[in-house]
């Protein structure tokens, strides 16, 4: 995954979305787990089918690998896919995030800009991998 760049989708500007600091904004969450408000920001970046684990992304299919890895190295889910916008895109993958922590979303926010991807290797006969983010 590379390119990674901000992106402000129309929603944010209706009441229930609190601006915060600049592409972030505090909201219910949308799956009614958190039991106050949670953080989002929405991003869009270009899948890479030449790395590993991403050749048969697209923006209608985000591959798990190195996607879920991701998430979980920044303590972040999906709270929205944009599905419309998505669809629409070749190359373009929109995916809004979310956590209940301020700082997990701000330093989800230091991916724009950069490329992460997987590197797979060995380990006692099973393939694992690492991401890296450059």
Do not use: H
């Not at 989002?40 to 190195?66: H, K, M, N, R, W």
């Amino acid at each position: 995954m590379k390119n990674f760049k901000n992106y402000t989708p129309e929603k944010y500007s209706k009441p229930e979305f609190q601006k915060v600091e600049e592409g972030i904004y505090r909201t219910k969450d949308p799956y009614g787990i958190a039991r106050g408000d949670v953080y989002v920001t929405s991003l869009s970046f270009e899948a890479e089918p030449d790395c590993y684990g991403e050749e048969e992304s697209s923006p209608q299919y985000i591959s798990q690998v190195p996607f879920e890895a991701l998430l979980d190295e920044f303590l972040v889910y999906v709270t929205d896919f944009y599905e419309k916008e998505n669809e629409k895109s070749k190359t373009l993958c929109y995916q809004e995030f979310g956590a209940t922590n301020l700082a997990d979303i701000q330093n989800l926010r230091t991916l724009i800009g950069k490329r992460c991807y997987a590197v797979p290797y060995e380990e006692d006969g099973e393939e694992y991998y690492n991401i890296v983010i450059e």
